[in-house]
């Protein structure tokens, strides 16, 4: 059999824009491969984010910058994410987690907001990692086609506070996970 007849193995590829700690990204694609069942590929790719900033808000274009991972990330991943360590914005909403294309290959994923620090309160890094795989595992959800969940504890929840974040798992509710559907190949 030539190769040409082998299944491609499809993975989900991490793409850190920032400097992350190796350990973190580890954690995060460990608890993306266990809840969505595919390899993870981590990745590193450098670019400018200055262009993507807008000084009145003190922040950056989240749609900008999710147009720019879709245009980095590998050809031959099913799904990819850009984690970020800034503060993205969309017009609309004053800040947000994460934004993903539905039913796309491409999302975007930001710690920034996750901090404890940001709300006054002493840093928590289980929590931040917690909190970093929700809005992951979230936004992959959205590439795969799934819409906010009303579930309590389903990671499909509609999250706008830290707060939302932290009362729900990292885990996809059983009406989700069934709606998922995916194919795996490989």
């Known amino acids: 059999m030539t190769d040409s007849y082998l299944p491609v193995m499809q993975k989900i590829t991490l793409i850190s824009l920032n400097n992350f700690e190796p350990s973190f990204i580890a954690q995060v694609a460990k608890t993306v491969q266990l809840e969505l069942d595919f390899p993870v590929e981590l990745i590193e790719k450098k670019i400018d984010l ?16 999710l147009k720019v991972v879709d245009s980095i990330k590998p050809e031959k ?3 990819s994410i850009g984690l970020l360590t800034v503060d993205i914005f969309i017009p609309i909403l004053t800040y947000i987690f994460g934004q993903a294309y539905l039913n796309g290959k491409t999302g ?10 940001h709300y006054g ?9 917690e909190r970093f795989q929700k809005v992951v595992i979230r936004e ?8 906010h969940c009303y579930i309590p504890k389903c990671v499909m929840r509609s999250g706008v506070y830290v707060e939302d974040l ?13 709606a998922l559907n995916i194919e795996k190949k490989g």
Do not use: M, V, W
Not at 108 to 117: G, T
């Open 50 to 65: 200055n262009e993507y900033y807008y000084p009145a808000r003190r922040q950056y274009d989240g749609s900008t910058l």
């Open 166 to 178: 932290d009362q729900k798992s990292t885990n996809f509710c059983p009406a989700c996970r069934e």
């Open 121 to 129: 309160l002493k840093s928590d890094d289980k929590l931040l990692l």
């Open 77 to 79: 991943s099913l799904k």
């Open 108 to 117: 975007i994923a930001s710690l920034y907001r996750l901090k404890n620090e």
């Open 140 to 147: 992959l959800g959205h590439t795969f086609g799934l819409k």
